[in-house]
């Protein structure tokens, strides 16, 4: 476990995180969607079978496996996308396994398994050649592919954190609502209220005595 006594010390430790990430594939890895979608297509046993093939065969340093949330690929799960090459392995059964990691070990591509567009047939080696991801710009889902969910130093890695620094540092309301106005942060559902707008009508409100609540739909 590591404690931190001061914001201070959170900051420097954030950005070690950052100067010693792996963002930069050093092997290797195979990532599954492990999201609602992805479990019930069966990716809990493609997940299982990956893990077994490498530790029998002591593949450890070798290739990794990162397991993250939706990736927006619902109707190709269970699936295998292999980084770097952008090589996506659609709709796998638990026999089909180890010849993706086969492939990944060796730096070719598995043909009779590659992605292949569902109208036309065409097969896309690199997932990102695809019509329906190359026309995409991703903002909010732009790590959904990067970020294990249950490994908090994989969300370090990518920044996280980093506006709750900028926050403890400068803990002033005013300036924290005029961040969020300026942030063009929305709702995403009904009227896409303006978040910052919302913020600063709670803050404006008198208390009379009583506490004041904030309702958040999740």
Not at 20 to 27: F, G
């Amino acid at each position: 476990m590591i404690k931190m006594t001061s914001v201070e010390e959170f900051g420097l430790f954030r950005r070690r995180i950052i100067d010693e990430n792996n963002i930069a594939y050093e092997k290797p890895t195979l990532v599954v969607c492990a999201g609602t979608g992805g479990q019930a297509s069966g990716a809990n046993d493609i997940i299982r079978v990956i893990k077994r093939y490498i530790l029998q065969r002591s593949l450890q340093e070798k290739i990794a496996l990162r397991i993250t949330g939706c990736q927006g690929l619902c109707e190709t799960n269970p699936f295998i996308l292999v980084r770097p090459g952008g090589h996506l392995y659609p709709r796998l059964k638990m026999e089909d396994v180890p010849k993706v990691i086969e492939a990944a070990l060796g730096g070719y591509i598995e043909d009779s398994l590659i992605f292949d567009d569902p109208q036309t047939r065409k097969k896309y080696p690199n997932l990102d050649d695809s019509p329906f991801i190359k026309k995409q710009t991703r903002t909010i889902l732009q790590y959904n592919e990067h970020i294990d969910p249950i490994r908090i130093f994989s969300y370090l890695e990518y920044g996280g954190y980093a506006a709750a620094e900028k926050v403890l540092k400068n803990p002033d309301p005013g300036w924290i609502i005029d961040e969020v106005k300026k942030s063009g942060i929305r709702g995403r559902g009904g009227a896409g209220f303006p978040t910052g707008r919302k913020w600063e009508m709670a803050a404006s409100i008198k208390k009379n005595g009583s506490q004041k609540y904030i309702i958040c739909n999740a």
